[in-house]
């Protein structure tokens, strides 16, 4: 019995064992059936979903368009209806500005008829006026010139009134004393000139100022000497003649030049130095003519300056040149209708 139970387990156990092993072939094999079906309804329905998407996309654009369709036809019918609006409005307030503004431009444009007429007439003055001050300014022109050449001849004239003059400075105040002017300066201009006899003078005086303080430079002694030989023979004395004295009073004796001759010789004294001091030059000769002309002889060039400008500009070039040692030919920038008169 006992052996026949334990056959009876054992292939109870068997039985058991192959009906499991089948159940468990059967559920996986039906799971993996299940899986595949899942998988499949998961492609369905992602598939549905997409489709479903596009279809509400689709019908969501579609209203989107009708809507945006219907609105704009509301805006636009609502913008005529606004414009409309605005363009009445418009031409009522373009109707009542042009009725104010017709009343109140009414008055204002008879003003401005009365004032184009006033401007009319200030045009035509003005026009005449404008003709009158270019006579006037041709007259001013022509005037001035005029005035210019009667300067010119008032100084030609006081220059030939002067041109026997001389100007003697340095004289200390009262040398003359009480003895007559003219026979005083007569023996003073003997002795410091060495001349044989004394010159005849037509007048001598100080200078028309109060006298001279102490101190104080002297007055000018002026002197005309009556005839013109003796007195161009006095002054190629006084230029050949340096270092003037008369009882211990250092005397120097010029031309007489009216003023402004001598203010425009003045302005070459620069120039006249200049050439005066440069070494090394052959050849180079220089003076003032009157009234105020510079003459340089140089090169066997005669050159006349009646601008100081151009003439130290010239004299600097001279200068230069003698400083560097050269021998060539100066340059004469300057020699031009403006400052420079070949002669």
């Known amino acids: 019995m006992e052996d ?43 598939k549905i979903k997409e489709e479903l998407m596009r279809e509400v996309k689709e019908m969501v654009k579609t209203m989107m368009n009708e809507w945006k369709t ?22 009522m307030m373009e109707e009542m500005m042009d009725a104010k503004i017709e009343a109140r431009l009414s008055p204002m444009s008879t003003v401005l008829d009365q004032q184009n007429d006033t401007i009319k007439e200030l045009t035509d003055v003005a026009l005449t006026t404008a003709r009158e001050n270019e006579k006037i300014n041709e007259e001013n022109k022509r005037l001035s010139e005029l005035v210019r050449k009667i300067n010119e001849k008032c100084i030609d004239l006081e220059g030939r009134q002067r041109r026997k003059n001389l100007r003697i400075v340095g004289l200390s105040e009262g040398r003359e004393g009480n003895h007559d002017p003219r026979k005083f300066f007569a023996k003073l201009l003997k002795d410091i000139l060495d001349l044989d006899q004394e010159p005849l003078l037509g007048r001598a005086h100080r200078a028309l100022r109060p006298a001279s303080r102490s101190g104080a430079p002297p007055r000018q002694v002026i002197v005309k000497v009556v005839y013109d030989g003796v007195f161009e023979d006095m002054m190629k004395i006084i230029i050949r003649k340096r270092n003037l004295k008369y009882e211990g009073d250092n005397i120097s004796i010029f031309r007489d030049y009216p003023a402004e001759v001598a203010k425009r010789r003045a302005l070459f004294t620069e120039t006249r130095r200049i050439l005066r001091d440069i070494k090394g030059i052959k050849e180079i000769r220089y003076g003032l003519v009157y009234p105020a002309i510079l003459r340089v002889t140089y090169e066997k060039k005669d050159l006349r300056f009646t601008k100081h400008t151009a003439a130290l500009e010239f004299a600097r070039k001279i200068q230069k040149k003698a400083e560097e040692g050269e021998e060539g030919e100066a340059e004469e920038e300057g020699a031009d209708p403006t400052g420079v008169i070949d002669g």
């Not at 609105?71 to 009445?88: C, F, M, N, R």
């Open 70 to 91: 219907d609105i704009e036809e509301d805006i636009h019918t609502q913008l005529i209806e606004v414009t409309d609006k605005i363009a009445g409005m418009e031409r």
């Open 4 to 46: 026949l139970k334990k056959s009876l387990l054992a292939d109870m156990r068997k039985m058991l064992k192959e009906t499991q092993t089948e159940t468990q072939k059967e559920v996986k094999k039906d799971y993996k059936e299940i899986k595949d079906e899942m998988k499949a309804l998961k492609t369905d329905i992602r």
